[in-house]
Nanobody, 124 residues
């Protein structure tokens, strides 16, 4: 059973930064494709970034716009999402997810395991 636990969310002013963490257990992230998604109130869950087990990194350029960086620490079995220059539109619950796919999947349906989410709120 794979478990994912996100942390690092909170309230930040526009222009600020946060680093989200996703700690995995029950599986090693080095053999999983790890994605970050977010869901704002009244909206569908949307793709943010993915780090495949082969090392491929893909961002949703429209929403991220070179402000976010995904990384992983295999020794800690943890994936991170560094978010800079945060804006009110970034307010959402952020989820990490794990997939057995070797491809940089962007659809939530391609992921097998999900964390409980962490709230990010950006004030103007």
């Amino acid at each position: 059973q794979v478990q994912l636990v996100e942390s690092g969310g909170g309230l930040v002013q526009a222009g600020g930064s946060l680093r989200l963490s996703c700690a995995a257990s029950g599986s090693t992230i080095s053999s999983s494709t790890m994605g970050w998604f977010r869901q704002a109130p009244g909206k569908e869950r949307e793709f943010v970034a993915v780090f495949t087990w082969r090392g491929t990194i893909i961002y949703d350029k429209e929403s991220v716009r070179d402000r976010f960086t995904i990384s992983r620490d295999n020794a800690k079995n943890t994936v991170y999402l560094q978010m800079n220059s945060l804006q009110p539109d970034d307010t959402a619950v952020y989820y990490c997810a794990a997939s057995s796919s070797q491809y940089p999947e962007r659809l939530p349906t391609e992921y097998d395991y999900w964390g409980q989410g962490t709230q990010v709120t950006v004030s103007s």
